[in-house]
């Protein structure tokens, strides 16, 4: 089955940078969008960026301009590269693959145990 290791989290001042890793491993074929999520406490999970097999990419209103999604296929890995964070941005990010194919499953959707994310002075 496929597993989703993050890596990256932390602590940072507003207006520092994070960068966030995600391997995707387990016999995989192919994978169609990677991406993220997070949660801050008390609120819903939100989409903060995803990235199709194509390199199509979708950011949230929030994060716009301020973050960069990427992904190596070779490698299965997707990045998220964060740049003048705020405290807003605190919350736990988590790593999310969709129509995951491996060599003996397939996978609607996967996600990683979460990495925190913290901005504050």
């Known amino acids: 089955q496929v597993q989703l290791v993050e890596?990256?989290?932390?602590?940072?001042?507003?207006?520092?940078s994070l960068r966030l890793s995600c391997a995707a491993i387990g016999s995989i074929l192919?994978?169609?969008?990677?991406?993220?999520?997070?949660?801050?406490p008390g609120k819903q999970r939100e989409l903060v960026a995803l990235i199709t097999s194509r390199g199509t990419t979708n950011y949230a209103d929030s994060v716009q301009g301020r973050f960069t999604i990427s992904r190596v296929s070779a490698k299965n890995t997707v990045y998220?590269?964060?740049n003048s964070l705020k405290p807003e941005d605190t919350a736990v990010y988590y790593c999310y693959a969709d129509n995951?194919?491996?060599?003996?499953?397939?996978r609607k959707t996967a996600w990683g145990q979460g990495t925190q994310v913290t901005v504050s002075s």
């Open 80 to 82: 998220l590269q964060m």
């Open 7 to 16: 890596s990256g989290g932390g602590l940072v001042q507003p207006g520092g």
């Open 100 to 106: 995951v194919v491996g060599s003996a499953y397939v």
């Open 30 to 40: 192919s994978i169609n969008a990677m991406g993220w999520y997070r949660q801050a």
